[in-house]
């Protein structure tokens, strides 16, 4: 059962970057779509965007000028960068996977961000 | 305002057979399968249903999903989750997903609050 696990700062100041990293225990990093997934206080999911194990990528087009998703086989993690952030971008940010580029089957337990 | 649309509430009694609706378009639903979370409060989403009617291991089948195509009475572009024998634990909020093939992207309904009165 691959686990997963959010850390970071939990706060970040306007026009800065917002970095967050996952990592992987349970199971190889070598294969499966990598994905972040985040949710604004009281609303929905919005989906970020993926990484594949061997360094593809696919972002959200409405994020796409701002988001960049990387990979680290050798430390078992991934990392989101989201840069010149704003109070819109204050939510909980969840690291996910499955074997599909649309299917989450594992989530970490997320992080809450702070953008002030 | 989320690409795939969803009730924002459904109530049902326990027992009762509650059914949640998720309606798209032709890019995402009416091409794609759908994915289904459930989110209790404070806690991370979890997979319900994959590929329209699948469930992962640990779901109960008192869970189950479809999606339009295989229903006479159903649209082209839908999907329905479906929650038998109602108990107060799946008192949450509920969450359909796809990919759009237009937007290149994975996309989610606005979620749907489950009340058990």
């Known amino acids: 059962q691959v686990q997963l696990q959010e850390s970071g700062p939990g706060l970040v100041k306007p026009s800065e970057t917002l970095s967050l990293t996952c990592t992987v225990s349970?199971?190889?990093?070598?294969?499966?779509?990598w994905s972040w997934i985040r949710q604004s206080p009281g609303k929905g999911l919005e989906w970020l965007g993926y990484?594949?194990?061997?360094?593809?990528?696919n972002y959200n087009p409405s994020l796409a000028s701002r988001v960049s998703i990387s990979v680290d086989t050798s430390k078992k993690q991934f990392s989101l960068q989201l840069s010149s952030v704003t109070a819109a971008d204050t939510a909980v940010y969840y690291c996910a996977t499955g074997e599909q580029r649309w299917l989450h089957r594992f989530w970490g337990q997320g992080t809450l961000v702070t953008v002030s | 305002q989320s690409v795939l649309t969803q009730p924002p509430s459904a109530s049902g009694t326990p027992g009762q057979r509650v059914t949640i609706s998720c309606s798209g378009n032709?890019?995402?639903?009416?091409?794609?399968?759908v994915n289904w979370f459930q989110q209790l409060p404070g806690t991370a989403p979890k997979l319900l249903i994959y590929?329209?009617?699948?469930?992962?291991?640990?779901?109960?089948d008192r869970f189950s999903g479809s999606r339009s195509g295989t229903s006479a009475s159903q649209s082209g572009t839908s999907a329905s989750l479906a929650i038998s024998g109602l108990q107060s634990e799946d008192e949450a909020a509920y969450y359909c997903?796809?990919?759009?093939?237009?937007?290149?992207?994975?996309?989610f309904g606005g979620g749907t609050k489950l009340t058990v009165l």
């Open positions: 032709t890019s995402n639903i009416g091409s794609n399968y």
């Open positions: 990484i594949y194990y061997n360094g593809n990528t």
């Open positions: 349970g199971g190889s990093i070598s294969s499966y779509y």
């Open positions: 997903a796809a990919w759009d093939d237009s937007l290149k992207g994975v996309v």
């Open positions: 590929g329209d009617n699948q469930r992962p291991s640990g779901v109960p």
